[in-house]
């Protein structure tokens, strides 16, 4: 039986047993890195949010690095890795594209990262399908466990550098420490002893930013189960597993939803093993009952900042277009809805600054426009920058 709080433990063993919190306060202005994790429909999006707001209202600067964050810092989602070697080769191949890709690539310590939809959106008019096809061929996703391992280690050693150069910010980060690596190993059917391993290898390096996990949970995981398929539908789990039927995991295991209600079940036990054993300051909240505001209120103890209001502000009403994209956005009080159709309520920042909810999408408003800042996920109308003008 979980108890509500969980404190670093003495031993790393995955079955020790759990123990309660001590009285001890976290001093997170001490703390660069704070990650949320839980099975899906947990609330790690929504307390992420909420979180930053919460330290930005504390006047602390923050970043959060939403689950599909675009570029992502730590996974890799439509990014290109190659070593050094392989770099060069690539650019000897298709000189045309040196200056492009020398541009937008990150060179870590022996490994090169390209994001794809920097190249489709940015540069799609210089970059023709053929050199775009032989970058897929190196897409990390694609990429055996022990060649991930090595792409994605140096990685977390590059977030983690550049954020030691900004000791006054707190990132805040979702789903990259358990739910990503878990996705990774089990589609490939790893034991869960090699994946511990990687974790607590990621957790050494991130040890310089005194990170904390925050790991949401129900006792229950058929209710989790069944508030995802209440929440986003049957046709959500059948569409998660046919993106990934081919994958290893699924090989001896008939078709549709309920392989992937299976995939979930063997998801909770790894992440409730990963959460005992990972030596990190840490707290689990058992979430069947509800009660988001007394869970709020367990995190801000935790965190140790005091709840503070937000301003009353309110946007300028109206329809706002991106020329460009043709994207529009529908602004109506605190209230958008965003151009895929999807309505979001915002929370003001300041006097024309406002948090959009689920997101790490901030709107600014300037004379008639919007100005997209904050960070972009991977749907395109959030790039950071872009423009929409009011309509009239």
Known sequence: MKFKFKMKKDTGAAQAAPVLKSKRKIIMIDSQLIML?????????????????????????????HEVAMPHPVLFFDEAGMTYDEYDNFIKTYPQTADILNSIAVFRKSTVGIHLPELQWNCGDKIDSKVYQALLEYDVWNFPIDVYKKFALEKWEYFTRKALENRDKVYIIDSAVFQFQIFTFLFKNRPYQELQSFIEQIGDIIRPLNPCLLYFYRENTEATIDYLVKDRGISYLEYIWNRDKDQPYYADKPPGAESFKQFLRDYADMANLLFDSLQINKISFEISNGNWESLEDEMLSFL???????????P???????EETGFVINVDGLSMTDPTGKIRALFPKSANEFYVDWLPTILRFE?????ISGSQICERWTAMGMLYKKMN
């Not at 140790?304 to 937000?310: E, Q």
């Not at 300028?316 to 991106?322: F, P």
């Not at 004379?367 to 100005?371: F, G, L, T, V």
């Open 37 to 65: 994790e839980g099975m899906p429909s947990t609330g790690k999006t929504t307390n992420s949010r909420f979180i930053q707001i919460q330290l930005e209202r504390s006047s602390m600067k923050t970043e959060w690095v």
């Open 304 to 314: 140790d900042i005091h709840r503070l209001p937000g301003p009353k502000a309110f």
């Open 316 to 322: 300028q009403n109206g329809v706002y277009k991106n």
């Open 367 to 371: 004379e008639n426009r919007i100005i």
